[in-house]
Every structure is written in C-alpha cells, then in structure tokens.
C-alpha cells in the first residue's frame, strides 16, 4: 500500500469518526424537565384599529394554540417542546362593534395556559343597553289557586336595568310571571342562553307595555326578546310553530300612537321552542323616549322572557312615528269606569275594581303609600316612586289587585289636594318571637318588633331572635332611615303590615320609624370552629349590647378579648398540634343577662397532624337557595351562599353577562365568570367536584393554583384535585351549570 492510499484511507476514517461523533451528539436529547408550559403575558389589549402584539411562551413538551374567536390570528399555531422560548405573534382584526374580549389556549396536554386578548370598540355592552329586563328579581310562587302572580300584583318581575329606566313605567293586563323549571327559557327546549327563573306568560286578552323609556342621542335600536308559542293540547297534535300575526309588538314616541314593527328569530320560526327574536329600527332625530308594547291575540299560548332595547350600530327600519295608530286600552279585562268609593268598600271588593278613593298619607315606601280615612288603611303601589308624602290628603284613581294576600290599588293616578293635614296613628302591635312567628292578618295593621337587621344588595331583612317561620322585610325602605347603618345591629321596627311576600316567609313592612332595639342580646357568629395542625388561631364574632365572658375547658387554648358588653371578633390562640390526634376543646360565651339564650358552646377541633384528610361535604343546589347579591372587590357582582363554614360564590369577572341567581336546581358559571370556595378558618381545599347537568360541564382555569379544573362529559362533572386556601375557577370556553359541589377539606 503506497503512500497516497494510506493517506486516502485515514481521511474516510477521520469522515466517518465525525460522522458517528455527529450520530452520538444528535441521539442526546435534551432533559426537558417536568411538562410545563408558561406565558410571559396574562392578558393583551388592542385598540379598535386591531394590530399585532408577541408574547413568549416557554413549552417543554410539544405545543398548540388555540382559539375560538375568528377575529384572532396565531403564529405559529404549535411548536415543538423546549426550554427556550418562542416567540408567538397575537393578530387582531380591525373592530366596527362592540367591545369584545376572546382568549388563546396554550395547551401541552399535561398543562396549559390562557391568554386574554381585549380590544376596544363603539363601547361595552352595558354602555349600549338602554333597557333590560330578564324578569328574574323574585322567583314567582304557584299558589294553591293558581298563578296570581300578575304583574300589577306581584313585583318580583321588576328586574330593570339600563342607561334609560330612571322614568320608566308599566301597564299590563291578563299578564302573569311564572316559573317552571322544565319549560322556562333556560330549560332544555330553549335555543338561546334564556336568564331562565321567571317568564312572562300572556293569559286572557293580554297586553304588556314598558312606557317611558329614555332614549339617548342615539337614532339606531335593536329590541330583542326571548318568546315561545306553547299552547297546550291533550293530544299534543297542536302546531306549535311561532305565529306573528298572534304575537304582535308595537313601538311609540309618546304613548298614545303605536308603529307596529317586525321582527324575526335567526334561524325562522321555532315549533314549541324558545329563541331570541330581534328588531332593528331607526327613529327620527330629536326622539327621547320610547315605549313599547306587546300583545296577543290568542291567550293562554305564548311565552315571553329576556326584553333588552340596545343601540344598534347599523340603522334598521324606518319607523314613522306620525302614522301610528291608538291600541285603545290594548285588551284585558278592562275594569270599566272608576267608582268613587270609601276604604272598606275598597277592601271587600273583587280584584279587578277601578276606583277613586280619597285619604290622609300615613306613611311611605319607595313605591308607593298607605293612605287612611281615619277607620281603614290601604296601600297604593305607585311600582316606581312615591307620588306623595306623610300628611297630604290625596286623591286615588286605580284598579284593585291582591298581593300578599291584601287588597291594594295599583297602577295610581294620584292628586294631592292639600299638605300638612292632621294625622293620628294607632298604637302599633307589639309582636314578640311567638306572635312574630304566628302573625297573619287580611288587613293593614301598624306593628312593631325587635330583630337583628341585615343588609343584602336592595334587601334590608329583620330576623328576630327565636322566630323560625316569618322574617321581617323593610320593603323599599326610604333612604331617610339610613337602613345599611344599622346592618347587624339588633333594631326596633315600627310601621305598616303590608303583605306576607315569598311563599308567606317576610313580613312586609312600611317602615315608620327605625331605633337601635331596646331588647338585650347576645349571638355567636358560628358554633363549630375547625383548625389544621399547623394552625395556631381561629375566630369568631360575638354580637351582644350585654356584658359576656368566655371560658375554655383546655388552659393551652386561650381567647382575646375573654369578656366584653358589645360586638366583638374573638381570636383563640394556641399551639400547633403536634399530636397525632385531634384536639377537641370548648368554648363557653355566656352572660347573666336577661336574653333569649344565656350561653352558647363554640366547639374547636384542632386537627392531629396525622389526622385523615379528606373530610368530604356536599352543597346540593336544590333546596339551598338562599343565596344573596353580593359584591366582591376582585371578581365583581355575583351570588354568595354560606353552609357549615364554607362559603360559595360566583362573580361576573371577565364575563361579558351578569350572573343570575341561582335555578331551583342549579348555578350557573357564564363563560370568563369565576366561581369561588372560601373553606372554614384554618382549613385547605383538596379537592373540587362539580356535578353538573347533561350536556353542561366544561374544563375551568383554577386560579389559584394555575391548573386545569377537567371536565368528564361522560358523568357531567368538573374536578380539581391540589391544595389550596381558597378556590377559584373561570368557565373558559363555554358555560357551566353545577346542580351540586363536593369539597374536600383538610
């Protein structure tokens, strides 16, 4: 072999050992670590021109990104796994509507991110709205006579909101809120997202009308509204299919001259379904209010829910406002003339009786008064403000219908003859627990009664202490009285029975006076207290206008304050438990006061570090109802409900719909809403499983913890399993109804 061959073969032999050097270094893959995929970015906003933002997202395993809104562009949309990052570029159309927020998932599987993209445009929903009413204020309740739930009776209904309502009135006839679970507009034969709870049902020659409504400078309008034919058949062979020339809806500037206009449903006319009708009409300039009415032709058949006036962004039909047409008294029973009558004639005559009556005010609400002739007491719901105050002698025309079981004179057309007039009110009946509890009465009657006074959003309750059945109501209290200044402090009620309200559970009454209560008291804020091992404090409040101590039977689990004459948090101070067991200690709160209960045991577990995990509760939705408005500085306005410790929410945050109160079987989470667990003092959340209708689980973001709540469409549920001191979850991409909640506990 010469020289050149050897020097040949060397260089194949060099070739080939980097070659195999290359193979070795390709075979290493990188140790990736854990799966994890991160954003740098929570949220992006745009403005309404649209543009292009980057964000770097860090992806150890392989990725994708998603969206479902068509006006957000990705890329790239997926990519390899890595410990570096990548740059993904967010594009945005330019934006002619409203307002709009979507979302981009990075999702690896194992993980996954979201990021909210906002952008701006003509304003906000809310900014557009000008009236909305989903009906839902007050579940309306079947009497064992029937639905006597009518509008002009019944005001759980009045659920308005919008930029135009300050003025806005109603008139109605054979019309009646229901609700039936199975059939309302959130049921399963509804085609849109229906607010469900209360609907309106169109009985005997019914009308319905929204009068007043102000108009902002605006020329451009869509009316919306949720409707369903459903007359009912012993055969079930009725053509259900939605009819106009039976269902007619009619616009006016003034009231009196009425446009008939059309609308339609997106997908045409549904066949015993629900779905959401529309109108876009443009009004002639300089036009400032709107009233609107709606009628049938054929009763007992149609279904009504969800009225919302909006500004459209794009001008609709014409309306000519010079050729309206008079409606007449637009159907119903209509009450013929008015009769001059006295009170007590008034009293004993049929719902339905038009009549004019004339009285002393003896006292206000915000929707209406109680006048007097010096024997008899009426009520006059005005259903929007007051038309009168204490003194003046008034003159009253309306029509009588009954509500909480009284007779009273609603839709009022008031006349004050003269002010300052003389007046002399009975003394009140005083109503101790017994008596509050066992109170009922066919007529107006000045009472009075101590209790504890509660705020919740518009409602301002009194429980009295040791009543069970009936809960004092200060219905529309005027702000005079500066209810929210007395929330948790034992008050003194005097003023007028007006109605038993909620399947005969508040005592509706006309507030005359309001005093810090006379009575003494003493409450605990809670019974049971629960602490982790590694916890050394737990609170509660005590209530009391009375001097009290607290004692404990363990000395190593001290209080602070022992002892004190007025409301009070208490802090029990103590040592981690290192034992394996659960310590189990007693806390007297007593008093030698004279009040209805002496002494109250708060008992503390204090768990053993080797104490089981996993106490397991359940919140069934139906039954568990008593959910109150609330406000939450973080999320919003939403729903709260507290049971054994824990308490529930669900709040708007990023949702572009405001929540609803809950179904008589069911909350729901709207899509970017947060639903929240807050667990007892000293207690972890392990575990989340909500049990939800067919068809309506879907997985949630966990913001506490930045995991995935997964949904299993096989059972309905949506579980989290981690550690956490309070839970809250975001619906992502569609909305979920929970019928029960199962928590976990630690």
């Known amino acids: ?88 570029e967010i594009k945005v159309m330019e934006n002619s509507g409203l307002d709009r927020e979507g979302s981009v998932k990075f999702d690896i599987g194992f993980d996954s991110k979201t990021l909210t993209v906002k952008q701006k445009g003509t304003g906000s929903v809310a900014d557009m709205t000008v009236y909305k009413n989903d009906f839902d204020k007050e579940k309306a309740v079947k009497s064992d006579s029937g639905w006597k739930t009518y509008l002009d009776s019944f005001e759980g209904w009045r659920n308005e909101t919008g930029t135009g309502i ?35 049902w169109f009985g005997k020659e019914p009308y319905f009308e929204v009068k007043n409504i102000t108009l902002p400078a605006s020329k451009n309008y869509t009316l919306s509204f949720g409707a369903e034919r459903n007359e009912y058949s012993q055969s079930g062979d009725i053509d259900n299919t939605f009819k106009h020339d039976e269902f007619k809806v009619y616009v006016s500037n003034d009231g009196s001259k009425w446009v008939q206009i059309e609308y339609s449903f997106p997908a045409g006319d549904k066949n015993k379904r629900w779905d959401l009708a529309s109108s876009t009409f443009t009004v002639p300039d300089g036009t400032s209010a709107l009233y609107l009415y709606f009628m049938s032709t054929k009763a007992s058949v149609y279904c009504f829910d969800d009225l919302t006036l909006s500004i459209s962004e794009k001008a609709g039909t014409v309306i000519d406002f010079s050729k309206g047409v008079d409606l007449g008294t637009g159907g119903g029973d209509n009450p013929g003339p008015a009769t001059e009558m006295k009170i007590s004639e008034v009293l ?33 719901y005005d259903g929007t403000k007051c038309a009168a105050k204490e003194k003046d002698n008034v003159k009253v025309s309306g029509t009588t219908s009954e509500y909480g079981g009284l007779i009273q004179l609603a839709s009022p057309e008031v006349t004050v003859v003269s002010s300052g007039n003389a007046l002399t009110l009975p003394s009140p009946k005083v109503l101790d627990a017994a008596a509050f509890d066992a109170y009922s009465s066919s007529k107006i009657e000045y009472i009075s009664y101590e209790g504890t006074l509660s705020v919740s959003g518009n409602y301002v309750n009194v429980e009295v202490a040791g009543a069970t059945k009936h809960t004092g109501s200060l219905a529309y209290i005027n702000d005079s009285f500066n209810a929210k200044s007395f929330d948790g402090a034992v008050v003194k009620v005097t003023g ?30 809670t019974t049971t207290l629960s602490a982790a091992a590694d ?60 009040v209805a209960t002496k002494s109250y045991t ?68 709207y899509k970017s809403s947060v639903f929240v667990i807050v667990p007892p003092t000293g207690q972890k959340i392990e575990k989340v499983v909500l049990n939800c209708l067919s068809g309506k689980s879907a997985n949630m973001t966990v913001l506490s913890d930045n995991t995935i709540a997964v949904s299993n469409v096989a059972d309905n549920t949506v579980t989290w399993t981690g550690s956490v001191d309070k839970y809250a979850a975001q619906a992502d991409v569609s909305q979920v109804r929970a019928k029960s909640i199962t928590v976990v506990l630690k």
């Open 1 to 88: 072999m010469n020289m050149k061959t050897n020097r040949f073969l060397g260089f194949i032999m060099s070739v080939a050992a980097l070659a195999f050097a290359a193979t070795a270094c390709d075979d290493k893959k990188e140790d990736l670590g854990a799966p994890s995929v991160e954003v740098e970015k929570s949220e992006i906003s745009f403005e309404k021109t649209g543009g292009t933002e980057t964000v770097q997202v860090t992806a150890t395993r392989d990725w994708k990104a998603t969206t479902e809104q068509d006006w957000i562009s990705i890329g790239p949309r997926e990519g390899k796994g890595s410990s570096k990052a990548v740059t993904v």
């Open 166 to 200: 300050s003025s806005v009135t109603y008139a109605s006839s054979g019309v009646s809120a229901r609700t039936n679970d199975k059939y309302n507009s959130s049921s399963s034969s509804s085609d849109y997202q229906g607010s469900g709870m209360n609907y309106l």
């Open 348 to 380: 004993s005559s049929p719902s339905g009786t038009a009549a004019i009556v004339t009285g002393t005010v003896a006292a206000t609400y915000q929707r209406g008064f109680v006048i007097t002739d010096g024997t008899d007491y009426l009520l006059v």
């Open 496 to 525: 007028f029975y007006v109605g038993l309200a909620s399947n005969n559970k508040y005592v509706n009454t006309m507030v005359t006076d309001l005093v810090p209560g006379a009575s003494d008291y003493l409450t605990v804020s």
């Open 535 to 594: 916890a050394t404090t737990a609170t509660f409040d005590v209530k009391a206008n009375v001097a009290w101590t607290i004692t404990s039977d363990n000395s190593a689990y001290t209080v602070e304050p022992a002892s004190g004459d007025k409301n009070a948090t208490v802090t029990v101070k103590f040592a981690a438990n290192t034992a394996e067991t659960d310590k189990v200690v007693k806390l007297t709160v007593s008093t030698t006061a004279d």
């Open 602 to 669: 708060v008992v503390l577990t204090h768990k053993g570090k080797n104490s089981a995990s996993g106490s397991e509760i359940t919140l069934e939705i139906a039954g568990n109802n008593s959910w109150t408005a609330a406000t939450d500085d973080t999320y919003g306005k939403g729903f709260e409900f507290t049971k054994d410790g824990v308490k529930y929410a669900y709040y708007k945050y990023k949702s572009t719909s405001d929540p609803t109160a809950p179904q008589s079987d069911h909350i729901r989470i």
